[in-house]
């Protein structure tokens, strides 16, 4: 498939030029409909009769009121709609709901989504059961005959082995699981409450980080007070930010409270550096500077409370946890470990001394909650991770103020804010009402799950260690940070691969505007992301029969599964028909007319018999390689 590639590398130059603004994308706005009004049936008139006279006739009776018509019954759509159909907004509407709702939309959720209507679907993600990443992780472990809750120091199996296992759970789930929108936002979370396997401490605990994973899965649509308190007493966020075996003072051996997740606590999980009003703009001094929300003497307060705690698998304070279960379980307190004294936090509010180090974490933990910049700090990183990078002042503080009060005097409520947050007008229309400012840049994890959505990723066979036996149909991607620039959790540092402020030096930060996500796709970085994009296209075909036998080393971090596209070579032919699919389940509909047209040229250059199948195969590479290579596809509208 040389030939392929040298277009590919020479078109998508050309295509750069024109799609490079991807700024007036081809969606029109929807259209108002004409509900019709029935007539209402003319009133009977009445003559008064006198006694001297009397009706020769009798009189007419009333006529019978018109029934009401009966509504239209919904059409159920059972195939994507061409560009000009009539249902073509409502595909590229549900399209544009799922990329903000899911690993990426395709031809079977848009169509129920088409069907159900948002909110139907909606309701019905709340309300699925989060997916077991750890179950699905320890049954992987049997099925290999390893210990699921192995003595580190004699299990044969090291941290690698053992995490390549996990990232094929989270990627095959990721892809396939049922609970795409719980799922969706725990990614979000885990860029907020950020861990990573990076670090020296976790590299080993592969089943406590699946374990993390699930705990944010699990609180995603419940009260972030829980959720803040089950992230702090994960043993995961507990080893990375060394708040385990935090110890009280002790000057005779020079100790001091360790400061580090009292710092982040604060910085990234809670309230922000400055002081926010409800919309999220930035509270100023009377000089115009911002005003800070904590001090180093609070940061020691707060280093202090979270003293005094260890692995629940411990008898002893100095006591390392012997196995993988420790990894799972929330911490346990050592009252002999915990500073007792009097501390003042936040607002002033001031813990009473002798208090235990239970009743300590949750009164810091409450005093950060009812912190008025909570909503705002919170509210505005979800919506970026899920709508815009940009959400106007008005978008912010109604999603704040759910996140304050949900109706029924919860606050924290998560369910409430994630639903207000995707249902707000902004987030339904805002690509039409704000087109320059309204987005985001996907990052590139979510371009490839989204891919091997459309195309329903295979899998590939991979050798046990023996060399012999084959396990399973595995998505063998955990190599993607070298693919991609980013893997889950296996950021760098605790502040993700992005800051949700970040702005890219020129026109976007000129105007005042942010690009989170663009602060991971260096040069670098967006060459390495369509190379991997173009290999997930161009490298392995379900329909080859070369590739069904290729299998992946047992070590192997990274082999792109086999892709699909069988109904896309179906309608090879007919350049416009395949351009139309393709705008659909990658863009949303954003291709504009130009960009459409250069991509139907070029289809139709290249050679097509309809007994071909290299030929099919060639046409529909193309065309999706050069789509997603393209801004229509990594920007989400």
Not at 57 to 71: C, D, F, G, L, V
Request: charged fraction near 20%; proline fraction near 6%.
């Amino acid at each position: 498939m040389n030939t392929p590639k040298l277009r590919l590398t020479a078109f998508s130059t050309l295509l750069y030029l024109v799609l490079g603004g991807c700024g007036g994308g081809g969606g029109a706005t929807t259209p108002e409909t004409n509900n019709p009004i029935s007539s209402q049936a003319s009133s009977v008139q009445s003559s008064a009769a006198t006694s001297s006279q009397a009706s020769s006739s009798p009189p007419e009776p009333e006529p019978e009121p018109e029934p009401e018509p009966e509504p239209e019954p919904e059409p159920q759509y059972t195939d994507l709609p061409r560009k000009g159909d009539p249902s073509w907004e409502r595909a590229t509407q549900a399209a544009r709901f799922l990329m903000q709702t899911s690993y990426g939309p395709t031809e079977q959720s848009i169509l129920k989504v088409m069907n159900k209507g948002e909110q139907a679907w909606l309701q019905e993600q709340l309300n699925l059961p989060a997916s077991d990443h750890l179950g699905q992780l320890d049954q992987r472990f049997r099925q290999l005959g390893w210990n699921v809750s192995p003595e580190p120091e004699i299990d044969g199996a090291d941290g690698y082995y053992r995490d390549l296992q996990r990232s094929d759970v989270w990627w095959e789930l990721t892809l396939r699981g049922d609970d795409q929108l719980r799922q969706r936002i725990a990614f979000a979370l885990s860029q907020i409450f950020v861990i990573s396997n990076v670090s020296d401490v976790l590299y080993n605990d592969t089943r406590g980080v699946a374990d993390y994973h699930d705990t944010l899965a699990r609180h995603a649509f419940g009260n972030y007070r829980d959720l803040l308190e089950a992230v702090t007493l994960h043993p995961m966020m507990g080893e990375y930010l060394s708040m385990v075996r935090n110890e009280k003072a002790d000057p005779e051996r020079n100790i001091r409270p360790d400061e580090n997740y009292a710092r982040e606590v604060m910085q990234l999980f809670s309230i922000g550096l400055v002081q926010l009003n409800l919309d999220g703009s930035v509270k100023e001094d009377a000089y115009g500077d911002p005003i800070p929300t904590y001090d180093q003497d609070t940061i020691k307060a707060f280093a202090r409370v979270f003293t005094g705690w260890n692995f629940a698998t411990t008898n002893r304070w100095w006591e390392w946890t012997s196995d993988a279960v420790g990894e799972t379980l929330p911490m346990k307190a050592y009252q002999s470990i915990h500073d007792t004294g009097e501390k003042t936090l936040l607002n002033a509010q001031t813990l009473p001394a002798g208090q235990s180090a239970e009743q300590d974490l949750s009164d810091a933990l409450d005093n950060l909650f009812y912190h008025p910049n909570v909503a705002p700090f919170i509210s505005k990183q979800l919506i970026q991770r899920l709508v815009t990078s940009n959400p106007s002042l008005e978008y912010v503080e109604r999603v704040a103020q759910v996140f304050n009060d949900n109706g029924f005097g919860v606050r924290g409520d998560l369910q409430a804010v994630i639903r207000t947050l995707l249902t707000d007008p902004e987030a339904r229309r805002g690509h039409n009402n704000n087109p320059d400012t309204f987005g985001k840049v996907r990052e590139p994890v979510l371009q490839m799950a989204h891919l091997w959505r459309v195309f329903k990723a295979q899998g590939v066979n991979v050798l046990n260690q023996d060399g012999t036996q084959v396990v399973g149909k595995r998505i063998r991607y955990r190599g993607s940070d070298r693919a991609l620039g980013q893997r889950p959790y296996g950021s760098f540092s605790v502040f993700n691969f992005y800051r949700p402020n970040y702005a890219q030096p020129g026109p976007i930060a000129q105007q005042g505007l942010t690009s989170p996500e663009l602060q991971l796709h260096t040069e670098s970085v967006m060459i390495a992301k369509t190379n991997a994009l173009t290999d997930a296209i161009f490298w392995r075909d379900a329909d080859a029969d070369y590739v069904q036998e290729q299998t992946a080393n047992f070590d192997w971090d990274i082999y792109p599964p086999a892709v699909d596209m069988t109904k896309e070579k179906t309608i090879a032919g007919d350049s416009t028909a395949l351009i139309d699919r393709l705008d659909l389940l990658l863009t949303a509909g954003q291709l504009s007319d130009d960009a459409r047209q250069l991509l139907v040229n070029h289809i139709d250059s290249l050679d097509y018999s309809v007994n071909s199948e290299h030929s099919k195969r060639v046409r529909v590479f193309e065309a999706a390689s050069l789509i997603s290579a393209s801004p229509y596809f990594a920007v989400q509208r």
